[in-house]
């Protein structure tokens, strides 16, 4: 079963008179229980796609549907079934941990204790401080507090824009390690992320960008359609380095790639005439490889 579709689904935003295209006719969908990765950067159209499918916008054209439902015409079911976790903390910062948990609970004419199953994991990280306000919380709290809230009605799908933005690194591991064990509960997951380290740690993956999603696949299945073989360089004039490669004979790209370069080589190129003073090895496709070829695919 389906538990996201969308379909051609296009929407744009009047801005001092003109139309800017957020979404450009994009289509995917996403089975039942899967953890499914929106990956792009800032102004990839990400937040626009969420706020059609939990119901808060409408789309210009096409159609999606959650758990079956349409977006337009089952709008208020949707929001029964739903969880949603925008990308800004949106929870009320002057009540306290547990009157949020407690609020959001009332809403869904469910209880804390009803289905505090299915936030122990989250909740209990945070509850020794269910007292404290939650604008005091730190990011990783406050996102776990918001986590909660989304989770405690039991929803049949999830949705999670850029969740772990802002937020240190050990709170970005637990975070995904929860969202695995919440897949395993049959709840279908859809979260947006702009770190493609992230995309690794998701079922599927959607890479999007200016309105377009530009490939639909597993992790594996995106690194293994790169076809190419990668350098990774460094030496102690990066930049002169990277110029370097970028106007040599037999490579297609090259691109900062955090302490190092990495340096795409066209299809039948075994080896370059590289300069004394340089090091080089053989790298692993990553993501984020894929994205860059991707996007410069797309553009050309």
Sequence with gaps: MKAIVVDHIEKAYAIKKTKVPALKGISFDVPQGELFGLIGPDGAGKTTLFRILTTLILPDSGTASVNGLDVVKDFLKIRQEVGYMPGRFSLYTDLTVEENLNFFANIFNT?????????????????PFKHVRAGKLSGGMKQKLALSCALIHKPKALFLDEPTTGVDAVSRKEFWELLRSLRNEGITILVSTPYMDEASL???????????IMQVNTPEGLRASFGKKILAVRSNQMLKTLELFKNMEGVEDA???????HVVLKKNVQQLNIPDGIEVEEAAVDIEDCFIALMKSHVG
Aim: proline share 3%.
């Design 255 to 261: 691109y900062p790639f955090g302490e190092k370069h």
């Design 202 to 212: 998701c079922d599927r993956v959607g890479l999007i960008q200016t309105g377009n």
């Design 111 to 127: 209880t804390v204790k009803e289905n505090y199953h299915l936030i122990k994991d989250v909740y209990q990280q945070i509850e």
